[in-house]
């Protein structure tokens, strides 16, 4: 019988992990080459050289083999201080006390899922193109992968997006943003300057000689590379490009022709300086304009 | 003999009904009750700009640039709350004309009379035209006047109500005190309501919810039109009915009143 939430440990809340989430940069997916054995030390050692969310994914484990894996896995991301994520089932990350499930667009709608996990829990779900980046934004998802950004044997068959859609993903998305598919170094740091916030690595690490090494090296091209400015728009959460202007955004958003006015911490920017001024990170925007309405509405 | 015209704030208006946007039934009955209703004011509200997709306006069929636009700040809970909505709609609208709006009862939309004095000091000190939406109180809208509403608009009735005019003693004391122009806000239900406050002298009415809501809002809008002329012509001609102005004479007498403690001699 699995034990329900109330009965297992107290867990990590929401909002810490989905800070932790935010802060995250390198993101681990386990494959289905590395021998369950060697597993728990592959996740250590990926840890302890920077990486800082585990997703087990084992597509041809028995449900068994999965519960006992999931278990060492997690224990051996929590002493790193990673988050432990699993793939595909909600209900395998309550038994375990996951941090959260990671979805597939063909796996259990987040809606369900988060029906199931409770408010506390991290789901991510996959992305492959922009109709499912701007669908995702509408779902209780606490963040989005974009991929496969090149073509990978862990997703045969799936045409690669490149880093052109990891862009538009960080665009549309209010959500971090892992970039995801045949990345590996000297690919961790493009993705990033593409607008990803996190990268995310399965063959390079799971197959590296030293994982440990490889996750540092990767941290370091991640955190070399200009990051995408994260803003609050309207209340919810935007990213731009590093030097992005008022003016810009206002054009990306579509903003254009309406009689739009920006309040930028509180300030209201002039429409003459709109194309002068430079968003910067953790700016709060508000976007407003004249509508029918008084009191009553 | 000039025209007789709507006066505030170094404006002036040839229609004294001030139209209202919300809660129409489509963007084109709106304008076609706008433009029924010869209203140049029009009243808007400042709010985020939706980012996804492209919902229409409901103002998509206004001609704005053909009105004088009116900001209000409704949604606001404070001074503060106001006054930043004040800021963004003189930006949006690109005019210093703001109808101030702090509710201070989520339940009756009652405005908060401290609030609404507040937040009507500041933003005549910041240069813009106030006319605060205010309580049919005849003390409280004294004090907006004296701290330079442009107009003060109290209301005959809690918003969207179209319950007519509650207090009629209150509006006319109001209008027979007051300083400045005085525009009749929210409430009114019929035209005859219209016509029967501008008799009494107000400068104008603001109406929504009567036109709004109609069978016929453009029809409705023509009949508020007309009422509001014919109440400001039969006030111009002086209604033999008229009750007097002076006041209700207080019951105690008000010779003999201690001096205040420490006023001196």
Redesign the interface.
Known sequence: MSPTRAESAPSATGASRRARLREARLYLVTDDATPEERLPELVSEAVRGGVQVVQLRRKQASPEELHQLAQRCRDRAREGGALFLVDDYPELALEVDADGVHLGQDDLDPTRARQLLGPECLIGLSTHDRDQA?AA?RRPVDYISAGPVHATPTKPGRPPVGLAYVSEAARLARVPVVAIGGLGPGEAGAAVRAGADMVGVVRALCSAPDPGALALRLRREIEGAARWTRLV???EERRVPPGCTAEELLAS???GE????V?RN?E?L?QAHLARVRLAEADRL???????????? | MTEDRLQFGGRSFASRLIH?????PSPEV?AAAIAASGAELI???????H??G?RR???AAVD?SAHT?L??T??ASSAEESV?LA???R???LSDLVKV?V?GDPET?LPDPQETLRATAQLVAEGFTVLP?SSDDVALCLALARAGAAAVMPGAAP??STLGVLNPHNLRAIIARCPVPVIVDAGLGAPSEAARVMEWGAAGVLV??AIAHARDPEAMARAFAAAVSAGRAAHLAGPAADAPAGGYGASSPTVGMPTPAGAGS
Do not use: M, Q, W
């Open positions: 701007r934004v728009v309207n209340g958003l579509g903003v309406r009689r739009a006015v309040e509180g209201i002039e508000e976007i407003v304009h004249l509508v029918g309405g008084g009191c009553c509405d | 209202g946007t919300g809660k129409f709106l009243t808007l509200a400042v709010r985020r700009l980012l996804d492209d306006s409901e103002l704005l636009l900001p209000n409704a949604g930043r800021r963004l709609g930006a949006a609208g709006e509710v939309l939406y918003i969207g929504n919810t």
